[in-house]
T-cell receptor, first 116, second 114 residues
Framework: GAVVSQHPSRVICKSGTSVKIECRSL??????MFWYRQFPKKSLMLMAT?????????EQGVEKDKFLINHASLTLSTLTVTSAHPEDSSFYIC????????????FGPGTRLTVL | QKEVEQDPGPLSVPEGAIVSLNCTYS??????FMWYRQYSRKGPELLMY????GNKEDGRFTAQVDKSSKYISLFIRDSQPSDSATYLC??????????????FGQGTILTVHP
């Protein structure tokens, strides 16, 4: 149980375009999902906390107008990188919090974004 | 000082060795402690979670938490080449605006060679 999927797994886009990444909890309902960014050989950096039915909470230094988060249902959260630039190229990972299992988070497989 | 400190390694051991990974932390409010394994270009995979102090064993893996020393460990027995990955410690339970968030260590890169 506790499987989280992400789509797409890899995306290459041109500078200035927008990219949407989906995060789904497959076998459980997740009232809270998290979005992380990870640079090569670095740990995960939390970008925002996504709560179903309400606005996301962004970490300091993360532009909310650039990284749009929507958590429309208990099994789906989306991250849209708007007007992407090469510096947005990174590995984006979502996770879902499973409250019933003592605050643990289960992670998706990640999405590698390359902006040309 | 970072809230969670973890030696990034890299750590290289022969197959069959016992591996010891550890993290120290400064926030005494942490109550939940987790270890994740991350293979290259993949999302982290939950290995172990522990609430408060104590030991927990699952197959070849043993997690220990010593809240009095603010120190957690993960032991891997009979290590295998397939254990080669980055191991991340994570903690939560800080309360307040940190509710539900995980604080990660930097990750330790482990290589188990045949």
């Amino acid at each position: 149980g506790a499987v989280v999927s992400q789509h797409p797994s890899r995306v290459i886009c041109k500078s200035g375009t927008s990219v949407k990444i989906e995060c789904r909890s497959l076998d459980f309902q997740a009232t809270t999902m998290f979005w992380y960014r990870q640079f090569p050989k670095k740990s995960l950096m939390l970008m925002a906390t996504s709560n179903e039915g309400s606005k996301a909470t962004y970490e300091q230094g993360v532009e909310k107008d650039k990284f749009l988060i929507n958590h429309a249902s208990l099994t789906l959260s989306t991250l849209t990188v708007t007007s992407a630039h090469p510096e947005d190229s990174s590995f984006y990972i979502c996770s879902a919090r499973v409250r019933e299992l003592t605050d643990t988070q289960y992670f998706g497989p990640g999405t590698r974004l390359t902006v040309l | 000082q970072k809230e969670v400190e973890q030696d990034p390694g890299p750590l290289s051991v022969p197959e069959g060795a016992i591996v010891s990974l550890n993290c120290t932390y400064s926030n005494s409010a942490f109550q939940y402690f987790m270890w994740y394994r991350q293979y290259s270009r993949k999302g982290p995979e939950l290995l172990m979670y522990t609430y408060s102090s104590g030991n927990k064993e699952d197959g070849r893996f043993t997690a220990q938490v010593d809240k009095s020393s603010k120190y957690i460990s993960l032991f891997i027995r009979d290590s295998q080449p397939s254990d080669s990955a980055t191991y991340l410690c994570a903690m939560s339970g800080g309360g307040g605006t940190s509710y539900g968030k995980l604080t990660f260590g930097q990750g330790t890169i482990l290589t188990v060679h045949p």
